[in-house]
């Protein structure tokens, strides 16, 4: 019954992320493109979306707000873009941050174990568990990434922090 009860908190939890950032639908295609909607911009609180740019250099995946050109040529938020690639660097940065951070982390998490909010309890136990034994990586692993990050937030001076789904946040400035 608790896991039922969890996942009908977690089901609440995306209708009002979705509502909070004006997106319509989670990505249904996220082995090919596993940021969609968790890239969310610092400046309107709108997701980014994923565009294909032509460059000298060859074709590159880049995201931007989706308020930026929201109207063919007029600019509207004036957020900057940024690279997979970039992402991908982000992630990693934060997930190994997070693992250096585990033992200051552990507390917080076992007093959550410990409190009223079924869905923060498993988060927790989950958290608890995936960083235990846990490795630096140095590529990204989708199914980690997904499992473990609820957004990242993009801010126009270079301000990165990437958020996890048991609420800690870790800072990276571009």
Same mark, same amino acid.
């Not at 927790?124 to 997904?146: S, V």
């Not at 048991?166 to 571009?174: L, M, S």
């Given at each position: 019954?608790?896991?039922?009860? @969890?996942?009908?908190? %977690?089901?609440?939890? &995306?209708?009002?992320?979705?509502?909070?950032?004006?997106?319509?639908?989670?990505?249904?295609?996220?082995?090919?493109?596993?940021?969609?909607? =968790?890239?969310?911009?610092?400046?309107?609180?709108?997701?980014?979306?994923? =565009?294909?740019?032509?460059?000298?250099?060859? #074709?590159?995946? /880049?995201?931007?707000?989706?308020?930026?050109?929201? /109207?063919?040529? *007029?600019?509207? @938020?004036?957020?900057?873009?940024?690279?997979? %690639?970039?992402?991908?660097?982000?992630?990693?940065?934060?997930?190994?941050?997070?693992?250096?951070?585990?033992?200051?982390?552990?507390?917080?998490? %076992?007093? =959550?174990?410990?409190? /009223?909010?079924?869905? %923060?309890?498993?988060?927790?136990? #989950?958290?608890?568990?995936?960083?235990?034994?846990?490795?630096?990586?140095?590529?990204?692993?989708? #199914?980690?990434?997904? &499992?473990? /990050?609820?957004?990242?937030?993009?801010?126009?001076?270079?301000? *990165? *922090?990437t958020v996890f789904l #048991?609420?800690?946040?870790?800072?990276? =400035?571009?």
């Open positions: 019954p608790w896991i039922w009860e @969890c996942v009908q908190l %977690e089901m609440k939890r &995306r209708e009002r992320y979705l509502e909070e950032h004006n997106i319509t639908r989670f990505s249904q295609n996220t082995e090919a493109n596993p940021f969609s909607s =968790k890239i969310i911009c610092g400046e309107c609180n709108r997701a980014f979306a994923r =565009k294909g740019w032509r460059t000298p250099n060859g #074709d590159r995946k /880049v995201w931007q707000c989706s308020e930026r050109y929201k /109207v063919k040529g *007029v600019l509207g @938020c004036g957020n900057r873009h940024i690279y997979d %690639e970039t992402l991908i660097e982000i992630y990693l940065m934060a997930w190994n941050g997070l693992l250096e951070c585990r033992e200051m982390l552990v507390p917080e998490w %076992e007093r =959550k174990m410990q409190g /009223v909010n079924l869905l %923060e309890r498993f988060r927790a136990m #989950d958290f608890m568990e995936i960083t235990k034994d846990a490795r630096p990586i140095k590529e990204l692993d989708i #199914d980690l990434m997904l &499992r473990t /990050v609820d957004y990242i937030k993009m801010f126009e001076e270079g301000m *990165v *922090v #048991d609420g800690t946040g870790i800072e990276w =400035k571009n």
